[in-house]
């Protein structure tokens, strides 16, 4: 399977534990995204890197979300001290190139529930 | 802040009618806008992709593109079943984030 791979795909944690969602874009995919979604909601958007810089944060993300892509490649998702607000599906996303055109290739996400 | 505006819907149209969805954009700067279509518990699949003003068509879908009223639209003919799902517009500024809507629910009835 050459698609955006996620890991884990379900994660189920108490409030106040850390988190952290790994993601496998395409492989000659350089540019990739983060996205949560609730029901009922469309994706919002958090982060994109291109190649390892992470050029864009949502000014909603709250300062206990950390993203890195160190090497260009895969790229991980921390949440810190996990509240019960933060229950969604995390989504990842890769494209190729640096316009505006081009598909984003979505991952089957990674759904959390905080207890 | 960027938006993206969609009507959520429920859309129910019956089998062979023709769906309509519509969004608009408030950023007057974005370029391309895309259609993802979101099966439940699925994640979104690209539909259609749409740069310039005017129509595009792909087989039973027609985007449709107005960027002097920030309007963008999907059209969906013979509808089928299977086109049963949620419809994301996104707009693309500037080859960043892609924002997208909150979806709308299309319902098409055997």
């Known amino acids: 399977d050459t698609g955006v791979s996620q890991d884990p795909r379900h994660k189920i944690t108490k409030r106040g534990q850390n988190v952290t969602f790994r993601c496998d874009p395409i492989?000659?995919?350089?540019?990739l995204y983060w996205y949560r979604q609730t029901l009922g909601q469309g994706p919002e958007f958090l982060t994109y890197?291109?190649?390892?810089?992470?050029?864009?944060k949502s000014r909603l993300l709250s300062d206990r979300f950390s993203a890195e892509r160190p090497k260009g490649s895969f790229s991980t998702l921390e949440i810190q001290r996990t509240e019960q607000g933060d229950s969604a599906m995390y989504l990842c996303?890769?494209?190729?190139?640096?316009?505006?055109?081009?598909?984003?290739?979505f991952g089957e996400g990674s759904r959390l529930t905080v207890l | 802040q960027k938006e993206v505006e969609q009507n959520s819907g429920p859309l129910s149209v019956p089998e062979g009618a023709i769906a309509s969805l519509n969004c608009t954009y408030s950023?007057?700067?974005?370029?391309?806008f895309f259609w993802y279509r979101q099966y439940s518990g699925k994640s979104p699949e690209l539909i259609m992709s749409?740069?310039?003003?005017g129509d595009k068509e792909d087989g039973r879908f027609t985007a449709q593109l107005n960027k002097a009223s920030q309007y963008v639209s999907l059209l969906i003919r013979d509808s089928q079943p299977s086109d049963s799902a949620t419809y994301l517009c996104?707009?693309?500024?500037?080859?960043?984030?892609?924002?997208f809507g909150k979806g709308t629910t299309l319902s098409v009835s055997s």
């Open positions: 950023d007057r700067v974005s370029q391309s």
């Open positions: 996303a890769s494209r190729i190139g640096t316009g505006s055109t081009g598909e984003l290739f």
């Open positions: 996104a707009s693309d500024q500037a080859g960043t984030a892609l924002i």
């Open positions: 492989s000659e995919h350089n540019r």
């Open positions: 890197f291109q190649n390892e810089a992470q050029l864009e």
């Open positions: 749409i740069y310039s003003n």
